[in-house]
């Protein structure tokens, strides 16, 4: 079965950029995948930010941005807000199915 | 406005089975998929499938195979989930999620449902 790869946590500075990644065991991410992105705040369900790669929601800030980046699926954030701490999950259609990476810890410190 | 609206916490004893509703609102019910994703106390999410409203099409991960169904009601909208042979590793909030027409896309999704499985 596909694992995914995300990084635990990571750490950004308020009006700073960062790019969390989505890896899959399988090899390089493509835009096959359709690699999908959500937000998700404490005690709170998720929240759809990016679908297939790079594809923004009508409701998704413009500082977030999707891509693939060195193989992976990549979500950018550009000019981080306090808000925007939160855990991010990406998704990627594998075989024929989907599968979650184990999820971003975001902390805007 | 697209709405998906989920029943209420269940509590359960191992052994049994849940069944989750998922009541979709403000869009064709049978032009959409519903996706069922599960996450347990501090993890991350778990895919568990995707149900196509339209002709029943069904694509369940193989970690629940034998044990998860979906189903739906048109006349009300509702796609449900049922998960049988409970044990404590399935306590978790459940969420389902929508499937635009456009591959890869899913947008809205329910509030969840806590499911407790406990003695």
């Known amino acids: 079965q596909t694992v995914v790869t995300q990084e635990p946590s990571v750490t950004v500075s308020p009006g700073g950029t960062v790019t969390l990644t989505c890896a899959s065991s399988t090899g390089a991410v493509t835009s096959n995948y359709y690699a999908n992105w959500f937000q998700q705040k404490h005690g709170q369900g998720p929240r759809a930010l990016i679908y297939s790669t790079s594809n923004k929601h009508p409701w998704t800030p413009a500082r977030f941005s999707g891509s693939l980046l060195g193989g992976k699926a990549a979500l950018t954030l550009s000019g981080v807000q306090p808000d925007d701490e939160a855990d991010y999950h990406c998704l990627l259609s594998c075989s024929g199915s989907w599968v979650f990476g184990g999820g971003t810890k975001l902390t805007v410190l | 406005q697209v709405q998906l609206v989920q029943s209420g916490a269940e509590v359960k004893n191992p052994g049994a089975s849940v069944k989750v509703s998922c009541k979709a609102s403000?869009?064709?019910?049978?032009?959409?998929?519903i996706h069922w994703v599960r996450q347990a106390p501090g993890q991350g999410l778990e895919y568990m499938g995707w149900f196509t409203a339209g002709n029943d099409g069904t694509k369940y991960s193989q970690d629940f195979q034998g044990r998860l169904v979906f189903t739906r009601d048109t006349s009300a909208t509702t796609v449900y989930m049922e998960l049988s042979s409970l044990t404590s590793e399935d306590t978790a909030v459940y969420y389902c999620?929508?499937?635009?027409?456009?591959?890869?896309?899913?947008?809205?999704w329910g509030q969840g449902t806590p499911v407790t499985v406990s003695s």
């Open positions: 403000g869009y064709t019910f049978t032009g959409y998929g």
């Open positions: 999620a929508r499937q635009t027409p456009t591959l890869g896309h899913l947008d809205y």
